[in-house]
Every structure is written in C-alpha cells, then in structure tokens.
C-alpha cells in the first residue's frame, strides 16, 4: 500500500523548453505532497511542499515561476519546470504523506532530467 | 528547527561484517525519525521508522535502529552486511508539533555503503 508513482523516470529536453512531471498516489489520497531536488552524491534538497486544491508552499530560495507545482486533485501532483537551462539538469523526486498524522512517507522513483 | 546530522559519509565493510550507520538529530520536541535507503537513480524506500512506541525499532531486511534519547541519537545497524546492501542511506526527522510545516522531512547528508566481498 501506500504507492506514488512518478512519471517519467527520465526526460531530455532542450534548453528554453518546459516539461513537467507527473506524481500519482495509487491507492490513497494524498493531501499533501513534496517535491524534491537531488544532486549527484548528495541529500534532498525539499523545494515545495503541495496541498491539494491550494497554492504550494515554496522554500528559501527556489523560484516559484520556474517551478510550477499544481496539486489539482488528491491522487495528483505536477511540477513543471518552464524555460529549462542545463542548470536545472537533476534528479526529482516527489513523497506523499499518508496514513493520517505521522503515518509516514512514500516516495516517487524520481525523475532525471537533463537539459541540453 | 530540528536538524540531522549523519557521521561519516561513506562505510565500508565487508560481507558478513556488522554494519553500523550513525545518526544524531536536533529537535526542539520529540521527533519522528526515519531511515531510508536509496539505490542509484531511485526514489526512496523506508527501512523504518520510530514513532514513540518502543525504542529498538525493527525494520526491513534485518535493519534495526535505537532510538536514545539521552544521546539524541538514532543509529542504524544490521548484523551480517550483504552484497545488496550496498546503497545510500538516510537518516531524516521530522518535527511532531509541525503547526504550518506540513510535516516536513529533514534529511541528513546520507551515508553510501559499500560491501566489500
């Protein structure tokens, strides 16, 4: 149980173009999600956290207009990274919180994405 | 604001050895904390998670951690090391009394272990 299904594992895409990332709970309803951000041999860096049906909740540092999270439905997370560069090339990772309070923490298989 | 902090960022040992993973944290009220394992360009998978019920907290693949209060300590261990063990590991904690953080994760640095055959 508890599964969120991250799609797609890996994208290429050309610098200035957009792509977004899809984050599905299988088999709960996940009211609040998080995005991401790992660098090669180091930790996850959180960028947002989402709410279904609310505006997502950005850190210090990470530019809202660059990072588009949408969390339109409570099986559905979405970011979209617009006007990619190289330096946006990473790893992504989406988690949900399930089981109520502090049920815990599943996480999407990430995605890779390369800039070129 | 509560903090992890994971001694030594990569463990070598051999297979059958012990594996021992450090894990420290800083919190202002008692935490949740949690280990997970990552294996290259995967998400993460939970090995366990300690919720205030009993201390020595038993996970999966013959993984255990304690939780120490005294030491504010969390620390990951498996008696017998495998081949497939290798991997990333990281320890996290996440605050109890979250108010508007949605109860965020905080991650540590993580710890690659290697197993040697």
């Known amino acids: 149980g508890a599964v969120v299904s991250q799609h797609p594992s890996r994208v290429i895409c050309k610098s200035g173009t957009s792509v977004k990332i899809e984050c599905r709970s299988l088999d709960f309803q996940a009211t609040t999600m998080f995005w991401y951000r790992q660098f090669p041999k180091q930790s996850l860096m959180l960028m947002a956290t989402s709410n279904e049906g609310s505006k997502a909740t950005y850190e210090q540092g990470v530019e809202k207009d660059k990072f588009l999270i949408n969390h339109a439905s409570l099986t559905l997370s979405t970011l979209t990274v617009t006007s990619a560069h190289p330096e946006d090339s990473s790893f992504y990772i989406c988690?949900?919180?399930?089981?109520?309070?502090?049920?815990?923490?599943?996480f999407g298989s990430g995605t890779r994405l390369t800039v070129v | 604001a509560q903090s992890v902090t994971q001694l030594g960022s990569h463990v070598s040992v051999s297979e059958g050895a012990l594996v021992l993973l450090r894990c420290n944290y800083s919190?202002?009220?008692?935490?949740?904390l949690f280990w997970y394992v990552q294996y290259p360009n995967q998400g993460l998978q939970l090995l366990l998670k300690?919720?205030?019920?009993?201390?020595l907290v038993k996970g999966i693949n013959g993984f255990e951690a304690e939780f120490k209060k005294s030491e504010t300590s969390f620390h990951l261990t498996k008696p017998s090391a495998h081949m497939s063990d290798a991997a990333e590991y990281f320890c996290a904690v996440s605050d109890r009394n979250s108010g508007g953080s949605n109860y965020k994760l905080t991650f540590g640095k993580g710890t690659l272990l290697t197993v040697n055959p």
């Open positions: 919190s202002s009220v008692p935490p949740y």
């Open positions: 988690s949900a919180r399930y089981g109520g309070g502090y049920g815990g923490y599943t």
């Open positions: 300690y919720t205030s019920a009993a201390t």
